[in-house]
């Protein structure tokens, strides 16, 4: 499997000159099984730039096929969904997944940031592409693009956010953003979906002064993220979600505080990298 890293910030993006190197853009990552197929984890603004790559191929000519998973649906997770270019070509198919109670409830919030209040092109329905959606069942394996597929809730908010664990050929990637745990780490049911995985893409939004400030607003601190990894017993853990203050400067003192708890508590053997836009990682 290759996954791509097309957006690492939470809430809204944040372009400048102090973001250019971990990038601005809000949550997106793809992932492509071995054998074809893709899988888009989420839809921030850095959707609009996976869309434009993948025009060069199948999607441009009206053939392209992928699953989105989404998360949840805060603004920095759906907000790059109405600027994917191949959703408006007619033939293409894509199949979303994702955490509301119902399909059409999951549906009436993506048409929702698409009426015309918000958004001046076209409805959900009149994009071109063709599109289904289903809420996921927790718990319940699926089959996406050839990989199964489980999902489990993790706190975040008043909703929760979705965390996916991706599996083909031995191989698996559990894609964690947008996870608030409690004092007591990360709850037994995310550690299970955890378990094992070579890569943990995991919520790091703050330091741990910034995640005791924020605590009403769901998120981890690096702290929080490393105590998940070695719970979890992963062998890489990728940093992700960053706060749209940070600057480049600042997410290196993330990654730097990351190993230093990764090898004081017992977890020397985990990789740890922090996810930056554009970078590639195989699996
Ligand atoms: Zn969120």
């Known amino acids: ?26 949550s997106c990552v ?61 033939g293409n198919k894509f199949h979303i997944y994702g955490g509301a109670q119902s399909s059409a409830m999951l549906e009436g919030i993506l048409e929702g940031q698409m009426a015309p209040q918000y958004f001046p092109v076209q409805t959900l329905k009149n994009m071109g592409a063709g599109i289904d959606i289903a809420a996921i069942a927790e718990g319940k394996p699926i089959v996406v693009s050839g990989c199964a597929v489980r999902a489990c809730t993790n706190p975040h908010g008043r909703s929760g956010a979705l965390a996916f664990r991706i599996e083909q050929g031995g191989r698996s990637v559990v894609y964690a953003s ?11 049911a995310s550690v299970a979906l955890y378990r094992g995985a070579d890569v943990l893409i995991h919520d790091s939004t703050y330091t ?13 601190s690096v702290d929080d993220a490393v105590a998940a990894a070695i719970a979890g017993g992963v062998k890489r ?10 600057s480049d400067a600042e997410v290196d003192a993330l990654c730097a ?25 195989e699996v």
């Open 30 to 90: 793809s992932l492509r099984p071995a054998g074809g197929g893709l899988i888009v984890l989420d839809c921030g603004t850095g959707a609009r730039n996976l869309g434009m790559s993948l025009m060069e191929g199948a999607f441009g000519q009206g053939r392209g096929e992928a699953s989105i998973l989404l998360s949840h649906a805060h603004w920095d997770h759906i907000q790059g969904f109405p600027f994917f270019v191949p959703l408006y070509y007619p």
């Open 1 to 26: 499997m290759e996954i791509a890293f097309w957006g690492v910030r939470g809430s809204i993006p944040a372009p400048g000159p102090a973001t250019v190197r971990y990038g601005g853009n809000t």
């Open 208 to 220: 741990p002064e910034d995640r005791q400030r924020y605590a009403d607003r769901g998120f981890s």
């Open 257 to 281: 505080r990351g190993r230093r708890l990764l090898d004081e508590r017992g977890g020397r053997d985990i990789e740890l990298q922090g996810a930056a836009e554009g970078a590639t990682l």
């Open 178 to 188: 947008d996870a608030g745990y409690g004092t007591g780490g990360p709850p037994a």
């Open 237 to 246: 853990l990728v940093l992700f979600h960053y706060d749209q203050d940070y």
